[in-house]
């Protein structure tokens, strides 16, 4: 059992930058690939990046690409979202999960189907 709680979230202006952090409770932290997801208001929620237990491959979504950074803590039980370049669009509630799976694949771990385990997520708000 996993639980995980989300803070760093908060308002900002375009081109500002926010880090995201998820902090883990349980001893089997080390052993979960994490993700970050997103939820704007009327929309699906959606991928945005994702790492395995080691931190030895990081996938992301192809809208963050290249402003966005995770990287995890395991002495820390945490995992962190750096996020730079914020645009308005990337406005929405940030959650974080564990895979409840071994993945291969890049497309496995951007399947909010394949998390077991989430946190109540962080709003972010970038104004124009």
């Known amino acids: 059992q996993v639980q995980l709680v989300e803070s760093g979230g908060g308002l900002v202006q375009a081109g500002g930058s926010l880090r995201l952090s998820c902090a883990a409770s349980g001893r089997t932290f080390s052993s979960y690939a994490m993700g970050w997801f997103r939820q704007a208001l009327g929309m699906e929620r959606a991928f945005v990046a994702a790492?395995?237990?080691?931190?030895?491959?990081?996938y992301y979504a192809d809208s963050v690409k290249g402003r966005f950074t995770i990287s995890r803590d395991n002495a820390k039980n945490t995992v962190y979202l750096q996020m730079n370049s914020l645009k308005p669009e990337d406005t929405a509630v940030y959650y974080c999960?564990?895979?409840?799976?071994?993945?291969?694949?890049?497309?496995?771990?951007?399947?909010?189907?394949?998390?077991?385990?989430w946190g109540q997520g962080t709003q972010v708000t970038v104004s124009s």
């Open positions: 999960a564990a895979l409840r799976r071994q993945c291969y694949r890049s497309t496995c771990y951007a399947d909010e189907h394949n998390y077991a385990y």
């Open positions: 790492i395995t237990w080691s931190g030895g491959s990081i």
